[in-house]
C-alpha cells in the first residue's frame, strides 16, 4: 500500500505564460503555491517543472505553446527529471486533453487553475527524487490524512490514467468540465498571490456563457462560476495589505457577475463592498458586454469614488449583419444606445473596445461600417485582431474567406484611423493636471521615467524629480521636486502630474504634487 507524502522534495519550476490577464492571475496563483512548498524559480532550461499556462484565443498563441511542447520533448528525452503541465485555455474538454496527450505523450499534467490544489499530491507522486520510494496513489487517501487547501469533493475532478517514469500505471487529475448550470469549479481561493504589485488582478467570475461563433474562451473555460462576495473582499483585503492599491475586477462578460449566486448580487454591489477596504485607491474592471450593463450599475458604479472612470465595452464590428454573423447578441442601435447610456450617465468616462477584422464573408462595405462607427463613437483606445479560426468553433465551419494580405490591411487602416482619433482626444489634456498611479520606472533614451496609468487608463510618463537621481536632476528642483526627492518615489504612489504634451498612446508631464 502506498502512503501520502506531507514533506515533498524541492525542486525548481518555470511557469510560462501568455494571453490574457486571467491568465497571468492564474500563474501568479500557481507561483505562490509553488514558492510555499519551498520550491525555486528558475530558467525553463534548469526547471525540474515546467508549467505552460496556454491561450487558444488566436492561432498565434497556440503555435508558441506546441513550440515550447516541441522543445520540452526533446528536452525530456534527455532528462529524467522533468516534469511538464499544461493549464490554461488549451485545455477545455476530455477530447481536446484525449487529443493533446496522443500528441504530445510527455505531458505529466493536465490542469486547471480550479486544480491547482492538486499540485502538491502530483508532485509528491511524480517529483522524481520520491518517486518509486513511496509513490502516492491519490485515489487513496488515508481517513485522517489533512485533504491540502479547497476539499477535492468540492472541485470533483475526472481522473485518467497514465504511465509514470518506472513504468507504474498512476492515476492523473485532468480537467473538470461543469455541466450546464452547476457550479463544480471554483477558484482556489486559499491560493492568492504572495506579493502584489500596485495593480492587482482579481478574477471574479470564471468562465463564459456567451457562444460568440468566432471565440473558442466558452469551450476552454467552461460556464459562468461567479466567486461570493465575501471570498473577493476577504482576498481583496489580503491583497491590499500586500500592496495593492488597485484592483481590477476580471471576467470575460464581468457584468454577468452575481447572476448565478443566491441573492443575485451584482457588479455594483461588489464594488460597493470593496470600497470599504481602507488603503485600496482605484478599482477597475473587465471586460464588459452591452447588455448586461444596464443604467442603475452604471449609476451605482459612478457613484463611487474608487471605480476608474474606464470601460472597455468590446464591439467586435461595426456592422449589424456582421455582429448577427458573430452571434454578438446585440444590434449596433443597442450597442451606440449602451455608450450614450454610459457617457450621459458617467461624466469623463473613456472607453476602449475590441475590433476583429477580416471576420468569414466580411465584405468591403461591412468593414467600411467598422471604420465608420470608430469615426462615430470615437474610442479612447481599440484592440484590434485579424480574424483567426478556432477549431471547433462554429465559424470554423465556414470559410475563412478573407486573405491574410487583406486582413492585414484592414487591421492596419483600423490601427491608422484610430491613431488620429486617439490623438485628438488625448490633446485637451495637455495642461491638465492628472491623478496617476505609479507603477515602474521606464528607462528610455538613457533618462529614468516614471510609468503609471490616470484614473481614465491612459499610460502617463514622468521624469524622475531633481534630487532623487543625484546631486543634478535634469530640471531645476522645485519644492515639489524636492520633497518627491525627499521621500523617494515609489511604485504604488498616487501623484498628480501636469500634463506637458501627448501623443496617440500616451501622456507625458511633470510631477506637480505628492
Ligand atoms: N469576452 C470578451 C468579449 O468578447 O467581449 C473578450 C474575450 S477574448 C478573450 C478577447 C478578444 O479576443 C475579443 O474581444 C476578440 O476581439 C478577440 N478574439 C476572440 N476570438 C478571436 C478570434 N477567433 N480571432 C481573432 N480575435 C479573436
Known amino acids: 500500500m502506498t502512503t501520502a507524502t506531507t514533506s515533498i522534495a524541492r525542486g525548481k519550476y518555470h511557469i510560462w505564460t501568455v494571453g490574457c490577464q486571467m491568465n497571468q492571475a492564474d500563474s501568479q496563483r500557481i507561483q505562490t503555491l509553488l514558492d510555499e512548498m519551498g520550491w525555486e524559480e528558475a530558467s525553463m532550461e534548469q526547471a525540474n517543472l515546467v508549467i505552460l499556462n496556454t491561450c487558444s484565443v488566436r492561432k498565434a498563441p497556440e503555435e508558441k505553446a506546441h513550440n515550447q511542447l516541441a522543445q520540452l520533448k526533446h528536452a525530456k528525452s534527455k532528462r529524467s527529471d522533468l516534469l511538464v503541465a499544461l493549464m490554461g485555455c488549451m485545455i477545455g474538454s476530455q477530447k481536446t486533453i484525449d487529443e493533446l496527450s496522443k500528441r504530445y505523450p510527455h505531458i505529466d499534467l493536465f490542469m486547471k487553475v480550479e486544480q491547482a490544489d492538486i499540485l502538491p499530491r502530483f508532485l509528491a507522486e511524480r517529483w522524481p527524487p520520491i518517486a518509486g520510494a513511496g509513490c502516492l496513489d491519490i485515489e487513496f487517501m488515508p481517513p485522517d490524512e489533512p485533504i491540502p487547501l479547497e476539499p477535492i469533493e468540492r472541485i470533483l475532478p475526472t481522473f485518467a490514467t497514465s504511465t509514470n517514469t518506472n513504468g507504474k500505471r498512476t492515476v492523473l487529475p485532468m480537467a473538470i468540465t461543469p455541466k450546464m448550470g452547476e457550479r463544480t469549479a471554483h477558484y482556489p481561493t486559499r491560493i492568492e498571490p504572495a506579493k502584489a504589485s500596485p495593480g492587482a488582478w482579481l478574477p471574479v467570475v470564471l468562465g463564459c456563457n456567451k457562444v460568440c461563433t468566432y471565440c473558442i474562451v466558452p469551450y476552454r473555460r467552461g460556464r459562468e462560476r461567479s466567486r461570493p462576495v465575501d471570498e473577493l473582499v476577504t482576498e481583496a483585503a489580503s491583497l491590499v495589505g500586500k500592496g495593492a492599491k488597485e484592483l481590477t475586477l476580471l471576467g470575460q462578460t464581468v457584468e454577468a457577475y452575481g447572476l448565478d449566486l ?158 488620429r482619433i486617439a490623438f485628438e482626444l488625448n490633446q485637451p489634456l495637455v495642461g491638465k493636471v492628472e491623478e496617476v498611479l505609479v507603477e515602474e520606472t521606464n528607462d528610455t533614451h538613457g533618462r529614468q521615467q516614471w510609468k503609471g496609468r490616470n484614473r481614465t487608463n491612459k499610460l502617463v510618463f514622468f521624469p524622475q524629480p531633481a534630487g532623487q537621481e543625484g546631486e543634478t536632476g535634469e530640471y531645476g528642483a522645485t519644492a515639489v521636486e524636492a520633497k518627491a526627492a525627499a521621500r523617494c518615489i515609489q511604485p504604488g504612489d498616487l501623484v498628480e502630474v501636469q500634463v506637458e504634451r501627448a501623443t496617440a498612446w500616451s501622456l507625458q508631464g511633470c510631477i506637480v504634487a505628492l
Open 262 to 419: 443566491p441573492g443575485k448580487p451584482d457588479l455594483a454591489e461588489l464594488m460597493a463592498h470593496l470600497s470599504e477596504i481602507d488603503g485600496l485607491e482605484r478599482i477597475r474592471f473587465m471586460t464588459s458586454y452591452p447588455r448586461h450593463m444596464n443604467d442603475s450599475m452604471i449609476e451605482r458604479m459612478a457613484a463611487l469614488p474608487k471605480v476608474c472612470e474606464h470601460v472597455n465595452i468590446p464591439v467586435q464590428a461595426g456592422d449589424d449583419e456582421l455582429l448577427r454573423r458573430m452571434k454578438r447578441g446585440y444590434t449596433l442601435d443597442e450597442y451606440r444606445d449602451r455608450i450614450s447610456r454610459l457617457r450621459a450617465l458617467w461624466p469623463g468616462v473613456s472607453l476602449s473596445t475590441d475590433i476583429i477584422v477580416g471576420f468569414c464573408g466580411e465584405s468591403e462595405q461591412e468593414f467600411q461600417h467598422t471604420l465608420d462607427l470608430l469615426e462615430e463613437i470615437r474610442f479612447d483606445v481599440v484592440h484590434v485582431a485579424a480574424y483567426s479560426v478556432r477549431p471547433g468553433t462554429v465559424a470554423a465551419r465556414w470559410e475563412d474567406d478573407v486573405p491574410l494580405a487583406e486582413k492585414k490591411r484592414r487591421l492596419h487602416a483600423v490601427e491608422e484611423v484610430q491613431a
